[in-house]
């Protein structure tokens, strides 16, 4: 029987990127190849859980979007999750690190958010995609030159780090708004969600 590491399955909004502000059902996976340090996301603490109990708890919620996001979902076998929703009207789409390459036609939205700034050495293997969404920490965006020609939307998201005080995070957006206006092909990403005090 196929199962699934899940941190947690919740109702809410979108608070970043192309689609912020939409109702979504965000499916959290645990387990990750990446730890970045302002991972906000305890990914080592899950429940397995089936198709049948996934699905059970989806269906509680009036939403027909699902986010995919971890952890790290692309190190999941999502084909036999999406193929059982599909025919109940469901779109899916993945927030993903982009080291795992995803089947073409599987998702209806990719969202990649590479780690260059703090894995340089980590290869993207998602190298197409929606969404290009960047958290900026000062690297240089040349960086993603080879890459976002490959996506149709590009953002840039300030670092917001909990453990750190108002000063250190509002001095992270300033920069980042002046990065994206320097960078006109960049728009800016915020964590919406946080500021409403919202999951």
Known sequence: MTSYPI???????????????????????????????????????FEEMSISQINQKIFEFNCKKIIFTGGEPALQNLEPLIKSLRP?????????????????????WICVSPKDQIYPNVSIKQRNGDEL????????????????????HLYLQPCYDESKDVIWNGISFRQTVEVVKENPDWNLSLQTHKWMGVD
Do not use: A
């Open 7 to 45: 941190v947690e399955i919740f109702h809410s909004v979108q608070g970043e990127g192309f689609h912020s502000g939409e109702s979504s059902i965000f499916v959290r996976f645990g387990r990750c190849n990446l730890r970045c340090e302002w991972c906000d996301t305890n990914f080592d603490e």
């Open 88 to 108: 109940s009207g469901y779109k899916f789409s993945i927030e993903t690190n982009g080291t795992v390459e995803i089947p073409p036609g599987l998702l209806d």
């Open 133 to 152: 969404k960047c958290v900026y920490v000062g690297q240089d965006l040349s960086i993603y030159d080879e890459l976002k020609d490959g996506f149709t």
